[in-house]
């Protein structure tokens, strides 16, 4: 049991830092089992986790992740990844390593001229998701052309997936938007 506050993935953001902290007491355990979300004996960590943006003593709370469990192969403090745009920096953190259905990542978002930070959504057609879903093998998602480019998971028995997909930034509405 680790205690509140226990800090599972960071990032420097500006003047501050994006945390994923226990909100709560942290439990350890490890998986049982080789699974999709892991090897026999990897660490798994649940608690109620909340994702904040830190500048000097001010905590912003920017999603909230209820009873969340995740598995690492080391208990080593996660980076979350970083997408330049021109007018934002964008933060990814997908807090599973490996899944049987592509790794779920969720995209927070520094907007350079106003230092503001706020979470990101995706939206594809009519729907809209907190969270992108993207191909465990590389390439990972990353920025071309001022657009998120991601390769979606394989399909079931292992059939390629579709080629990329690419997200045009959309600031003002706080979110992704597929092209």
Excluded: C, W
């Excluded at 004996?41 to 905590?59: F, L």
């Excluded at 209820?66 to 021109?86: C, H, K, N, W």
Aim: hydrophobic share 35%; charged share 20%; net charge negative.
């Amino acid at each position: 049991m680790n205690a509140k506050g226990t800090v599972r993935a960071r990032t420097s953001a500006g003047q501050g830092e994006l945390l994923m902290i226990a909100s709560g007491p942290e439990e350890r355990g490890h998986l049982l089992s080789s699974s999709n979300d892991g090897l026999e004996g990897e660490p798994t960590y649940q608690a109620d986790y909340s994702i904040v943006y830190r500048e000097g003593k001010q905590d912003q709370v920017l999603l909230k992740l209820p009873a969340f469990l995740f598995v690492q192969p080391t208990d080593r403090v996660l980076e979350f990844g970083v997408v330049s745009f021109a007018r934002a920096e964008v933060y990814l953190l997908a807090p599973q390593y490996k899944s049987g259905h592509g790794l779920v990542a969720y995209a927070f978002a520094r907007e350079k001229g106003s230092g503001e930070v706020f979470p990101l959504s995706f939206k594809q057609g009519e729907s809209v998701h907190d969270t992108l879903v993207y191909s465990e093998l590389p390439p990972f998602p990353e920025g071309q052309n001022e657009q998120l480019v991601v390769y979606l998971p394989q399909g079931a028995g292992g059939e390629p997936g579709p080629g990329p997909q690419s997200y045009e930034l959309d600031l003002d509405k706080r979110q992704f938007v597929a092209q």
